[in-house]
C-alpha cells in the first residue's frame, strides 16, 4: 500500500513539473519575431542582388562571380567597382552563349557588404561578340561607351533605356543584323559612327529635343547636290518635333523623318 503511495506522488511531482518547465518556454511565434526580416529583393530601379565577401548571394541563384578588388564576375558578366558605382567592362563568352542562350539581362542594383551600387556606365565590354542575341539594359546607365556593341552581329533590335544620355564613338558600328533601334528620352549627345549598321531601317527617338550629334552616326551616300544624305533608314520622332529635327545638324541627312506618338 505504502509502495503505492509512492507511486502516486512521484506522477502528481512529474506532471507539476513537466507544466513549470512548459510555462518558462517561448513560443514558437515568439522565436520566430527574432529571425532576421528579409531583405528587399526590388527597388524602384528593379532587382537587387546581395554578394557577400564569403561567396554568398541572395536571393540564391545559380550566379557564379568572384570578387577581386574592385573587379568581379555575376551571372557571367564582369564588373568594376568605380567610385561609389558600377561599370559593365565585358563577359565570359563562352558561358553567354552556352548558358545564357545569348540572352543577357544586366541587374541594375548590387549590395555588396552592406554598400549599395548602381551600374551607371557600359564600356568596351561586348566586342566582336556573335553570341549576344539580346540584351536588357538596365534603367540606372547613363552612358554606353565607345566600341561597346561593335560587331555584335547576332544582336537584332535593341532599346536603350531612358536614364541614358551619351553613347560613345562606333558603339554599335558593324552590327550588321540591328534593324531598329530606339532612343532614350534623356539623350544628350551621340558620338560619330554609333550606329553604322548595314541593315539598319528605323530609329526612333524618344527625345522632344534633337540630341547633339558629332559627325555621321549612320550611314550615309553622296546626294545629287554632293551632300551626305540617309536614304536607308526612316527617322521617327516624337509628336510635334518634325521641324526642330528637319532644322538640326546632323539629324537633316535623314531623308525620311516621322513624326509617332510615343508610348511608355
Known amino acids: 500500500m505504502f509502495k503505492k503511495f509512492l507511486l502516486i506522488c512521484a506522477v502528481i511531482c512529474s506532471t507539476a513539473f513537466c507544466y513549470s518547465c512548459s510555462k518558462d518556454e517561448p513560443d514558437n511565434p515568439k522565436q520566430e519575431e527574432n529571425k532576421e526580416p528579409e531583405k528587399p529583393t526590388e527597388d524602384e530601379d528593379g532587382a537587387i542582388v546581395y554578394i557577400g565577401l564569403d561567396g554568398t548571394t ?42 545564357l542562350n545569348g540572352k543577357v539581362e544586366i541587374i541594375p542594383t548590387m549590395v555588396i557588404e552592406g554598400e549599395t551600387y548602381k551600374v551607371r556606365d557600359l564600356n568596351y565590354a561586348f566586342p566582336n561578340n556573335n553570341d549576344l542575341k539580346s540584351i536588357i539594359l538596365p534603367n540606372t546607365l547613363l552612358s554606353i561607351g565607345s566600341y561597346a556593341f561593335t560587331n555584335c552581329k547576332g544582336l537584332e533590335t535593341l532599346r536603350i533605356p531612358d536614364s541614358v544620355t551619351k553613347i560613345g564613338y562606333n558603339s554599335f558600328d558593324g552590327c550588321s543584323n540591328l534593324k531598329t533601334i530606339t532612343l532614350s528620352k534623356s539623350i544628350k549627345e551621340i558620338r560619330s559612327a554609333a550606329f553604322y549598321c548595314d541593315n ?24 545629287a547636290l554632293g551632300y551626305p544624305i540617309t536614304l536607308q533608314i526612316i527617322l521617327h520622332v516624337p509628336l510635334g518635333s518634325l521641324e526642330k529635327y528637319k532644322k538640326t545638324k546632323g539629324w537633316n541627312q535623314f531623308y525620311y523623318i516621322k513624326e509617332y506618338k510615343m508610348e511608355d
Open 200 to 223: 539598319l531601317t528605323d530609329i526612333y527617338c524618344r527625345s522632344s529635343n534633337p540630341p547633339e550629334l558629332e559627325g555621321f552616326i549612320v550611314p550615309t551616300r553622296q546626294s
Open 58 to 99: 541572395y536571393p540564391k541563384t545559380n550566379f557564379r562571380w568572384r570578387l577581386l578588388g574592385k573587379t568581379f564576375t555575376l551571372n557571367y558578366i564582369n564588373y568594376e567597382i568605380i567610385d561609389s558605382h558600377i561599370s559593365i567592362t565585358g563577359c565570359d563568352e563562352q558561358e553567354l552563349n552556352a548558358t
